[in-house]
Structure formats: C-alpha cells, structure tokens
C-alpha cells in the first residue's frame, strides 16, 4: 500500500458498475408487457381505500433497495438462466388469469416475473441480497375476493360483539343481530368497510417498514408483523364502540366526516400501540440478555 493510499477506503475492485443499460431495457420491457394489468392495479388503488396504501408500497420497496445500491455494486452478477423459467411461468399465469378474468393470478404473475428478470439480470445474490424490498411488494396487490370475504365477514361478527358487550357495560341499550346494532338512536350496520380489514392491511404493511427502519433485529420484523393482527382488531372494534356512543349523542358523528375522521384518529392509536409493542418487547429482549449475561 502507497503513502497516499486510505486504509479505510473499500477496494476499487469491489465495486462495480450495474448494468444500467440492461436494467433499463429490461426493466421498461416488463412494464410494458404487463402495462394493462398495472394500469387497472393503480385505477384499483385509486378508487378503493381498503388498498388506498398500494400507492406507497413500490415506493418505499424502491426507496429501500436504493439504500442497499453499495452492496449491489459490490455483487459479482451472475446470470441465473433458470430464471428464465420464472419469466415464462409469470407468462403464462397472467395470460390464464386474463382468461378467467382472475385479477390476483393476473398481478401476482407480474411479481413472479420481476424475480425471474433479477435472475436472469444478476443471479441467486441479486434476489437474496433484495429479499426484503420484494417481500414488501405482494402489499400492492389486493387479496384475492374469496379469502378477503371470509376474512372480513369473521372481524364484522367480532367488532360488533365486543361493542355489544362495551356497550352493556356503559348501560347504553343495544341489540345485536349478526353484524347489526340496535340502539335508542338508530341502528348501525358494522359494514365491510368497517370490518378492520383496511387497518389490518396498512398496518401489517407499515409494521415490516417501521422495524426495518427504527430496529436492526430482523427478528423484529414479524414479531412486529404478528403483533398487528390483535392491535387491528381490537383498535376497530374500539371504533364500532365508539360510534355507538357518540350516536347516542347525535347521529351525525356516525356517518360522513365524523365517522371518516374516526377512524384516522384510530388508525393513529394503532400505530401508537404498535410503537408501544416495540418498546415492550426490547424491554424483555434486554431484560432476558441482561438477566442471562454472566457476571464477571
């Protein structure tokens, strides 16, 4: 090493230069061939709230591999012919799935597509090296309605009877039938909408990200992942009690602006006990190390 050489300074040789030019080419071909199917994606965004995140989903998914481009830079690319393979089963799957007018069949075939063109671009270490950015990606496309109806229909039955029971607590008079509430005021239908499902997807979203950026434990991902299912459900069926009780005051605040603004101040609560779930569980991480660690 010269006088002039720094020490610290990672090796020429190490990084090297992406190929830009076949990122590109390949990259605007993929678009291109499934620009249809993204085109309907992005109008389903749009007009829907339950997947109103879609919008951020390839955003922060690009934004965290831009953050891993040193790394990139440092990978010896290797093509991985068998991707290939992935190409033309995501083909073919988008092209079944417009048969069948199947719109899950039709978006997932664009991701299964999208790894088999990081095979063929750089190999096995590309993928591996941008496994969380795409694991991030199946968050943009809507659940299939099959799955999405019987999971909503369960949280309805659940939101509405945990605001059955709230509600008797507060000696408010309410009657429940199957999803319905019955009160003094009027009655309150606990719809798809307010089923929880929109919180649950956001927020399962927003717990890989909020660890990933505020935490280097990768366990702490789907700890954070799991825990959003019991935050979401009992942060909803807190909404439905709610709006049984400021019914009973006026039934304006349980339609309309109110009842939109409603549930941005419960989705706000959410995250807060999501952050709350993060402080509770370093503490016993930390608690258990330190109860652990041998004395000297």
Known sequence: ?????????????????????????????????????????????????????????????????????????????????????????????????????????????????????????GGTALVLELAFPLLLLPFMIPIPTVIYNRITFPLQLFASRVAEVLLGLMNIPVLREGNVLELASQKLSVAEACSGIRSLLSLSFLSLVYAYFFDSKVWMRWALFIGVLPIAILANAGRVTITGILSEYNTELARGFFHELEGFLIFAIAFAMLYLLHLLINWIYRWKFAKEAPVV
Not at 14 to 31: K, M, N, S, T
Not at 42 to 53: M, T
Not at 63 to 75: G, I, P, T
Request: aromatic share 14%; charged share 15%; hydrophobic share 55%.
């Open 1 to 121: 090493m010269t006088s002039g050489e720094d020490p610290l300074r990672e090796p020429e040789s190490v990084r090297r230069d992406l190929p830009w030019a076949a990122i590109a080419w390949f990259g605007i071909l993929l678009i291109l061939a499934y620009l249809p199917i993204l085109k309907h994606l992005v109008e389903q965004w749009w007009n829907d709230p339950d997947v109103g995140h879609g919008f951020f989903v390839p955003l922060v998914s690009g934004y965290v591999a831009w953050q891993r481009r040193d790394r990139l830079m440092a990978l010896e690319w290797k093509p991985a012919w068998w991707g290939m393979a992935l190409l033309a089963w995501g083909g073919v799957q988008a092209y079944i799935g417009m048969l069948g007018a199947e719109l899950f069949l039709q978006r997932s075939a664009f991701l299964i597509s999208l790894v088999g063109l990081l095979l063929v671009l």
